[in-house]
């Protein structure tokens, strides 16, 4: 794989759901962290934004940041929706479910690369390529502490994509 596969640092990477307000907020709260620790925090940028509208300006659900705070995350966050000019600021778009790649894709600007929307637990090599995030918005904390579960396994599997330059096994 090479830097066109976006999996090379620096990258910038935007995590996609629904609301963008538990999933993403998440997911990019648990990479920053990661990013961090790895001592390549500088190197990766990371955001997150929805596919729908219904939460821009809002704070990350409360179960979504109860669940980070649980395991010392920190999330101060403003919901979003995605936008079709930012498509190309990303280099990796990195959706949560099946749902959410479609819509993104289907705001491809012409002449853009599709490719770099991706399924984010396509980076947990103990997950399937198609396998989703499953929407906790009316779950419980098992369900957010699950969710982050995920997350984590899959920030991990990214991150040592980006740092090595090789996609999963
Ligand atoms: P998210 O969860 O996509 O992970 O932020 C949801 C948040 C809100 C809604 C659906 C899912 N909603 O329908 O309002």
């Not at 190309?88 to 099946?98: E, S």
């Not at 980076?123 to 984590?152: N, T």
Request: hydrophobic share 45%; net charge negative.
């Amino acid at each position: 794989m090479s830097a066109a596969d976006g999996l090379a640092l620096p990258v910038r990477v935007c995590f996609v759901c629904l609301g963008n307000i538990c999933r993403s907020p998440m997911a990019a709260a648990v990479l920053r962290a990661k990013a961090a620790d790895a001592g390549v925090g500088n190197l990766v940028t990371v955001g997150s934004a929805g596919t729908g509208s219904w939460h821009i300006g809002e704070p990350a659900d409360p179960r979504a940041q109860a669940a980070l705070a649980r395991r010392g995350y920190v999330s101060g966050h403003v919901a979003r929706q995605f936008r079709v000019d930012e498509f190309d600021r990303w280099d990796l778009i990195l959706t949560m479910d099946r749902n959410n790649a479609y819509d993104v894709r289907e705001m491809a600007p012409q002449g853009s690369d599709p490719s770099k929307v991706r399924l984010l637990l396509a980076f947990d090599p103990s997950s399937s390529r198609d396998a989703q995030v499953p929407d906790p918005y009316h779950g419980d904390d098992a369900e957010f502490d699950h969710v982050l579960d995920l997350l984590e396994a899959a920030c991990d599997g990214l991150l040592a994509a980006l740092q090595t330059g090789t996609p999963r096994a």
